[in-house]
T-cell receptor
């Protein structure tokens, strides 16, 4: 079976740094995605990790440890527009490419 | 511009009716997906298709049906058998042959409400 866990809610202050964690237990692993979703809108792609380590992309970084079944998304220099839900999604093994999503972490950035 | 389009944005259905949600993409992607999202929850997979004229059930397929007659189109029908259809429905597509995996692109969603 598939199990992906994320905190339900987080709050941080504008200009600060926040780390959103994701742990997973899936039948095989072909990579992990992070998406951002504003309320009532489509998710938008942030990052993809398939090898262990840190991937940096501007203010956002994503880390993966396959042995621990763990990933985190790091957001630096928080802005008000970063208030959104952050979805962790895993690609299980097999030929199909459907994603298994966590429930999402609702981040609120306060002034 | 390339993208994925869902219509309508809002849809109201009377109990006992079937409704069809449209999803069209011009990204030349082989794979397409339908997800359902309930308030405060993540996305759950309804159906997916890796190639024209072929599709598979996802985790919550009961009460839904799909077709994939054209590469560009993957409509979802919510039947009267779906007991709790009120939700936000998202269609996505991805390049089925890409290595490493590429991200899925999402449509803007259809919010379905049963009245």
């Amino acid at each position: 079976g598939q199990n992906i866990d994320q905190p339900t809610e987080m709050t941080a202050t504008e200009g600060a740094i926040v780390q959103i964690n994701c742990t997973y237990q899936t039948s095989g692993f072909n990579g992990l995605f992070w998406y951002q979703q504003h309320a009532g809108e489509a998710p938008t792609f942030l990052s993809y990790n398939v090898l262990d380590g840190l991937e940096e992309k501007g203010r956002f970084s994503s880390f993966l440890s396959r042995s621990k079944g763990y990933s985190y998304l790091l957001l630096k220099e928080l802005q008000m527009k970063d208030s959104a839900s952050y979805l962790c999604a895993v690609v299980p093994s097999g030929s199909a490419r459907q994603l298994t999503f966590g429930s999402g972490t609702q981040l609120t950035v306060l002034p | 511009d390339g993208g994925i389009t869902q219509s309508p944005k809002y849809l109201f259905r009377k109990e006992g009716q079937n409704v069809t949600l449209s999803c069209e993409q011009n990204l030349n992607h082989d794979a397409m997906y339908w997800y359902r999202q309930d308030p405060g929850q993540g996305l759950r997979l309804i159906y997916y298709s890796q190639i024209v004229n072929d599709f598979q059930k996802g985790d919550i397929a009961e009460g839904y049906s799909v077709s994939r007659e054209k590469k560009e189109s993957f409509p979802l029908t919510v039947t009267s058998a779906q007991k709790n259809p009120t939700a936000f429905y998202l269609c996505a597509s991805s390049d089925g042959a890409a290595r490493p995996y590429t991200e899925a692109f999402f449509g803007q969603g259809t919010r379905l409400t049963v009245v």
